[in-house]
């Protein structure tokens, strides 16, 4: 018959909350035909008369969306802080527990002392937290082993969680993230490593994705960050980058030279920042666990993201330190109630922006023929109650690649 379009299974019965071009785009009442691990057809289901599937699944009524990503994570790590948090709010003094071996370095040396399977099995427990939240796609950094082989068991307990869970990790070298106790009195002696040793291992086993750094004053310089970026995109691996988090260090027009998908944190990004940011296409990925945790005042300035259209994304900065967070939805709420953000943004910020943050764009973020069959179906009346209630767990099924997994 002519025009018949044959698949594999059609899903349908509910309104779909496509964030093409980043707005909600719904299609009320809604199907989207799926072929192997693709939507080959979206539309209103009164025009899906001509889709011959295997399987027909209704859904009997809510709202479908892109699976979520969440773009920026630490999830890999030894050890939890909690000790500390408690510490702190018993009025110990950061010095007095950085004295005591707190801090990054206490992850630093939980983590090298944990296994592979350690860090595989701790990473596991709080990946399943986000994945029962709807997220299809999560980004995963390395960075508290700070030493050539307790950084590439980072990476190799990151492409291990990729292969344990149904859900696509994108994997981040984040080698300079804090200077090794062993490098205290020689930071450029670690970025050395970084650059001359790491990262050529790193890119010929195919461990990360991307490469990312951390611009600031208790971290590194921009020029430091720059040899970093150097390397990397001599092995033709894309950069992000930790910036302007603390104070202002031109580390996102530094990021933007080097094309990079990203800029993060950018609570005191400034407005040459933003329109080098626009220039460039490097997306705004803005952190509010970090921002709330560490009770900051700064807000990233979202009226200029605006004005210069640089995407914006929001991700859980999921780490033992400063966002100890196991859940993205809270993040979009804390993106609108402390940044000012809307909901269609926020919920943009964890679908197609998080999406373009880790150069993925093309293939998920979206729900558009070509792109991955990632959904999920929420028993929800309107997409801004993702943003609305404040934590819990809401019920979704999760289809990822075309199959529902929960
Ligand atoms: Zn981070």
Avoid at 156 to 167: M, S, T
Avoid at 180 to 196: H, L, S
Wanted: aromatic share 8%.
């Amino acid at each position: 018959m002519s025009g018949e379009l044959r698949c594999e299974s059609l899903w349908y019965g509910a309104d779909i909350v496509t964030m093409q071009d980043g707005k909600y785009s719904i299609i009320p009442d809604g199907a989207i035909a799926v072929r192997q691990d693709r939507i080959v057809w979206i539309g209103p289901a009164r025009e899906a008369k001509h889709i011959k599937a295997g399987i027909h699944t209704p859904f009997k009524g809510g709202i479908v969306t892109p699976g979520l990503v969440d773009c920026h994570t630490h999830l890999v790590f030894g050890g939890d802080r909690s000790h500390e948090f408690e510490q702190r709010l018993n009025g110990v003094s950061y010095s007095e527990i950085a004295a005591q071996g707190g801090g990054i370095i206490s992850t630093v040396n939980a983590t090298r002392k944990a296994t592979l399977e350690q860090l595989v099995s701790s990473a596991g427990w709080r990946l399943e937290r986000l994945l029962a939240e709807g997220v299809t796609t999560v980004e995963i950094k390395s960075g508290y082993g700070l030493d050539r082989d307790s950084e590439l068991r980072m990476l190799q307990a990151i492409r291990q969680l990729a292969h344990n869970y149904p859900v696509q990790v994108q994997s981040t070298c984040l080698a300079a993230h804090a200077t090794p106790p062993e490098f205290k009195d020689d930071p450029d002696g670690w970025i050395a490593v970084i650059c001359d040793e790491l990262l050529p291992q790193v890119a010929s086993e195919k461990l990360a994705d991307a490469v990312d750094a951390f611009c600031e004053h208790l971290a590194f310089s921009p020029e430091q960050v720059a040899r970093v970026f150097t390397a990397a995109q001599r092995l033709g691996l894309p950069v992000k980058l930790h910036a302007e988090q603390l104070s202002s260090l031109g580390g996102s027009r530094l990021a933007a030279q080097f094309n990079a998908l990203s800029a993060d944190h950018l609570e005191y990004a400034t407005e040459a920042d933003v329109a080098a940011m626009a220039a460039s296409g490097t997306v705004a990925v803005l952190l509010p666990g970090a921002f709330y945790l560490l009770r900051e005042k700064q807000v990233p300035p979202v009226e200029l993201f605006r004005k210069y259209r640089v995407p914006m994304a929001l991700a859980s900065d999921a780490n033992p330190g400063t966002s100890p967070a196991l859940s993205l939805r809270l993040m979009l709420n804390m993106g609108c109630t402390l940044f000012g953000m809307t909901p269609e943004e926020a919920l943009a910020g964890a679908t197609i922006h998080g999406a373009r943050a880790l150069g993925l764009a093309d293939s998920q973020g979206s729900l558009e023929v070509g792109k991955y069959a990632d959904f999920v179906h929420w028993p929800l009346q309107r997409p801004a109650e993702l943003v609305y209630w404040l934590g819990g767990q809401l019920p979704c099924q999760v289809i990822f690649r075309g199959e529902a997994i929960r």
